[in-house]
């Protein structure tokens, strides 16, 4: 079946820093992958489009420029957030939509929990 | 706004008897609506999906109703077994084609008692 994964799982750091996120499908190519943010016990918001080879669509509300997001091959897009604070601290979700489908069914990656102090 | 609603944070049943989860939605642009399963800490897991030109679609022990003029859509679990205990989330798409983006509702818990 798709797999997407992501690294890391799980990351702790101090405000201020800047934290990448890596989303990567391990057994299709994606044409298309999502950033998602959830927050506790809300539903997942979308944060961005990152299409292979151009720039990403952000949502609305969504700072471009906090969140870089690069899509550069078929396999892996990242996440940067950049200048991290507290309020960023959120469970990040990648999802892949393979370059092959011809439904909206996405494959979602296992999330990164991210705690910024 | 919401456009994808799910008006019960939580639903709990026993074990072998039905599950049915709800959801309206307020776009009548959606013509893609899925399901989704989730454990904390991990990413959703695609269940079951249905296109707005049906009205049921049936996987097993999942089935899901989508009723059009009143936009809304439900999905029943039967029977419905203690490894179900998750968190469900509906989610829709509108346009097919090559629009991916999904909007989701804030999720159901579903705690099935043995």
């Known amino acids: 079946g798709a797999v997407v994964s992501q690294h890391p799982s799980r990351v702790i750091c101090k405000s201020g820093t800047s934290v990448k996120i890596e989303c990567r499908s391990l057994d299709f190519q994606a044409t298309t992958m999502f950033w998602y943010r959830q927050f506790p016990k809300q539903s997942l918001m979308l944060m961005a489009t990152s299409n292979e080879g151009s720039k990403a669509t952000y949502e609305q509300g969504v700072e471009k420029d906090k969140f870089l997001i690069n899509h550069a091959s078929l396999t892996l897009s990242t996440l940067t957030v950049t200048s991290a604070h507290p309020e960023d601290s959120s469970f990040y979700i990648c999802s892949a939509v393979s370059s092959g489908a011809w439904d909206n069914e996405q494959f979602f990656g296992p999330g990164t929990r991210l705690t910024v102090l | 706004d919401q456009q994808v609603k799910q008006n019960s944070p939580s639903l709990s049943v026993q074990e072998g008897r039905i599950s049915i989860l709800n959801c309206d939605y307020t776009?009548?642009?959606?013509?893609?609506f899925l399901w989704y399963k989730k454990y904390p800490a991990e990413g959703p897991t695609f269940l079951i999906s249905?296109?707005?030109?049906?009205d049921k679609n049936e996987d097993g022990r999942f089935t899901v109703f989508l009723n059009k003029s009143a936009k809304h859509l439900s999905l029943h679990i039967v029977p419905s077994q203690p490894g179900d205990s998750a968190v469900y989330f509906c989610?829709?798409?509108?346009?097919?084609?090559?629009?991916?983006?999904?909007?989701f509702g804030k999720g159901t818990l579903l705690t099935v008692n043995p």
């Open positions: 776009n009548s642009m959606f013509d893609y």
């Open positions: 989610a829709a798409s509108g346009s097919g084609g090559s629009n991916y983006k999904l909007t």
């Open positions: 249905i296109s707005s030109i049906k």
